[in-house]
């Protein structure tokens, strides 16, 4: 989606639309998106060039759980606010160009803001870090491998609990 910034009007322009987020280029090894994405967005100049806009995806990813190893469908969302601004003509001194990135500043060239690399790595960070099917999925016995959210399995309960049982009725 590209936002022509001439045409954004004085009281903001919003946009609510479905994107295929393979237009984003994104790595299939990487992430496994279900389906379209759905993407809101509203801009608003806050002078002649400066635009800020707050957004939010929303989607599902295809993860694989880390104890039981399930494939799984995750919803995702992502919230962000960020400020785009001209490239500027002359170059910046190194500290600032620090500073800007703080702030969460993305630039734009010409007279359109390409908001697609911020969509992708916002689709990107919203990828939870240790996805879990369910909060309390019960995962694989590390003995013979059975998927405890389905079946119990016949293995000796908790070893090490029964050795530590043990070992109190010695004391
Ligand atoms: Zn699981
Ligand atoms: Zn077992």
Request: with cysteine.
């Amino acid at each position: 989606m590209e936002i022509k910034v001439q045409e954004i009007p004085s009281e903001g322009l919003s946009l609510s639309y479905e994107e295929d987020p393979m237009h984003w280029g994104l790595d299939e090894q990487e992430i496994s998106v279900e389906g379209m994405v759905h993407v809101q967005l509203k801009a608003v100049k806050h002078n002649e060039n400066n635009v800020y806009i707050r957004g939010a995806i929303e989607g599902g990813i295809l993860s694989e759980c880390g104890r039981c190893l399930v494939h799984y469908r995750d919803p995702i969302r992502s919230d962000f606010n960020i400020e785009y601004v001209p490239t500027p003509q002359i170059p910046l001194e190194e500290e600032l160009i620090l500073s800007r990135e703080e702030l969460e500043i993305n630039y734009y060239q010409g007279d359109q803001i390409d908001i697609n690399d911020e969509l992708r790595s916002q689709l990107l960070l919203a990828v939870p870090m240790h996805p879990l099917c369910k909060p309390d999925c019960r995962g694989l016995c590390p003995n013979c491998g059975e998927n405890l959210n389905q079946k119990t399995c016949s293995c000796p309960a908790e070893l090490p609990n029964a050795q530590w049982s043990k070992l109190k009725n010695l004391l």
